[in-house]
């Protein structure tokens, strides 16, 4: 099975794959050289690539059976919609490559996919699956529980020492120009990661978890 993994970061989706099925080749992009890096140390028998991982994905899409997309989240979030006006901040376009890649998957791809993303100040523009603090756009259908753990960020002192022991990795060892933290809260919850690859490849099915409309709540 060929999986691509793309915005890959730290690969925290990733992290428990190989619980689900064993005989898979993942290709994970990443244009950070120094995230890039580190993913390689973390998952050595993947394949990773430097590169724009929107203009991959276009050129590549045909080559994988599961892809994973997790576009950068800035220019939709919430939090930077409401920091506007605070120290000089000024309002910019939200980066349309999230719905580029959603419906070049819907109409072009024959293999499952899921498309992650934050939920936006605005009105989505296609319709997602949300689920706890996140949107999800894929082509099958999608546990009510991710069984995706919460990390409070009010609860803690250190924020960087709780993220690592959260996520099971030190971010101590980015040397990069991206800010730690901020890594740490932007990476995917590997539970999640874990059951939404379950789920597209069916070992979980409605039927296992009882679920019925709430499959395409939003």
């Not at 994973?68 to 800035?74: G, R």
């Not at 293999?111 to 756009?137: A, D, F, S, T």
């Amino acid at each position: 099975m060929k999986i691509l993994n793309l915005y890959a970061c730290l690969g925290g989706n990733r992290y428990k794959w190989n619980e689900v099925k064993e005989d898979i080749e993942v290709t994970a992009v990443e244009l950070d050289p120094e995230l890039a890096r580190l993913y390689q140390e973390r998952f050595p028998n993947d394949t990773v690539i430097i590169a724009d991982a929107h203009q991959y994905l276009l050129d590549h899409y045909k080559e994988f059976d599961f892809i994973w997309s997790s576009p950068p989240c800035p220019t939709h979030s919430r939090a930077r919609y409401w920091s506007i006006g605070a120290n000089g901040k000024k309002p910019i376009y939200p980066d349309m490559k999230l719905y580029e890649e959603i419906l070049l998957l819907e109409h072009h791809f024959k293999g499952k996919y899921v498309v992650e993303n934050v939920i936006p100040y605005y009105q989505p523009l296609l319709k997602p699956k949300k689920r706890g603090r996140h949107l999800y756009w894929t082509n099958f259908n999608l546990s009510n529980d991710l069984n995706d753990r919460r990390f409070s960020i009010s609860q803690t002192k250190n924020e960087l020492n709780a993220l690592s022991e959260f996520h099971n990795y030190n971010f101590s060892n980015y040397k990069g120009e991206q800010n730690k933290v901020k890594i740490g809260r932007n990476l995917v919850d590997y539970e999640a990661g874990k059951t939404i690859l379950e789920t597209a490849l069916g070992i979980i099915t409605k039927q296992d978890i009882n679920q019925t409309d709430l499959f395409d709540a939003v």
